[in-house]
């Protein structure tokens, strides 16, 4: 079948490293968090219309009679790189079946975000609690300059050039959160100065008779 979910081309291999994460940890301390998607073999899927992409996958464990009972939670970003991008956390006991929710919520949460020559329009900055992260635009041919999490929700949206900063945490659902809270918030310019009851024509010619005085 052509679309294929991340769930569906997990790997055994896969299978059998996440089963090692079933080890005691030592006592008092939370199971930690799976540090790599990449080392689980957990690779992005793409289809004709949509990309997933797995950015972060954490484990929770319950202690209960007879042991502990772990789950997991997959933080998934899904785009069409044109413009429409969503995230979504599945929660499983299973990972398979965790990013299998949270590609399916993704795909059901996503929103239209404005482009511009394969960049974003203008310099926007936005927080999201401890988040804190700037998106600058790029001229054609400098990538994306971004950490992971970033660059995971770009190149879903679409974005080929822009340079970033994380300036605050590097909590993976907040820095994503952070990311398309700043994508949201652009605008074009042409309806910028369509609110502004502004004609577009008069506003270049002005500026170009101020360049030349």
């Not at 907040?174 to 310019?189: E, I, P, S, Y």
Request: charged share 25%; aromatic share 2%.
């Amino acid at each position: 079948m052509e679309n294929h979910t991340v769930a569906e081309t997990i790997s055994s291999e896969s299978e059998t490293q996440l089963a090692g994460l079933d080890a005691p940890s030592p006592r008092g301390r939370r199971a930690r968090a799976v540090p790599d998607v990449t080392e689980l073999g957990l690779q992005t899927s793409s289809s004709p219309e949509l990309v997933e992409k797995v950015v972060f996958i954490n484990r929770s464990a319950k202690v209960v009679k007879g042991g502990r009972r772990f789950h997991f939670s997959a933080l998934v970003v899904v785009g069409d790189k044109n413009g429409r991008v969503g995230i979504a956390t599945g929660k499983a006991g299973e990972v398979a079946d965790a990013i299998k929710r949270g590609g399916e919520q993704a795909r059901a949460n996503m929103v239209s975000v404005p482009l511009k020559d394969g960049t974003i329009p203008h310099e926007v900055y936005s927080e999201f609690d401890g988040a804190k992260v700037l998106l600058r635009p790029a001229s054609p041919g400098t990538g994306i300059i971004a950490g992971r999490t970033v660059r995971a929700v770009l190149e879903a949206a679409g974005v080929r050039d822009a340079l970033t900063k994380s300036l605050g945490s590097n909590n993976p659902t907040n820095v994503v959160k952070a990311t398309l809270r700043g994508l949201l918030r652009l605008r074009q310019r042409e309806t910028i100065y369509q609110q502004r009851g502004l004609p577009l024509k008069t506003a270049r010619a002005e500026t170009s008779g101020t360049a030349t005085a």
